[in-house]
Nanobody, 116 residues
Framework: QVQLAESGGGLVQAGGSLRLSCAAS??????MNWFRQAPGKEREFVAS????????NYADSVKGRFTITRDNAKNTVYLQMNSLKPEDTAVYYC???????????WGQGTQVTVSS
């Protein structure tokens, strides 16, 4: 059905920036989300965006530092991460929510490691 593939993760020093990408297998009209999970922690919501690019939402912990955007012509969602902190270290997942009831399709994740 829907396949999602994250990329752009890596190792960065505190204060640095990364841009994550999530490519979908085909055209999607879905609301898209980013989540993350650190070792020993529960998965947490990071950001979401509607198909139109409006009505973006952010977790309080990343608001003002992260920006979610999408390019529907490329079937790709982005997460620009600035002013990274060690506590941002986690596996980041993109997910698609086709009905508004919750994410149903998930990528494999990409590792983000922020050194202090």
């Amino acid at each position: 059905q829907v396949q999602l593939a994250e990329s752009g993760g890596g190792l960065v020093q505190a204060g640095g920036s990364l841009r994550l990408s999530c490519a979908a297998s085909g055209r999607t009209l879905y609301r898209m989300n980013w989540f993350r999970q650190a070792p020993g922690k529960e998965r947490e919501f990071v950001a979401s965006i509607r198909y139109s690019g409006t009505n973006t939402n952010y977790a309080d912990s990343v608001k003002g530092r992260f920006t979610i955007t999408r390019d529907n012509a490329k079937n790709t969602v982005y997460l620009q991460m600035n002013s990274l902190k060690p506590e941002d270290t986690a596996v980041y997942y993109c997910a698609a929510d086709p009905t508004g009831a919750g994410s149903r399709y998930w990528g494999q994740g990409t590792q983000v490691t922020v050194s202090s």
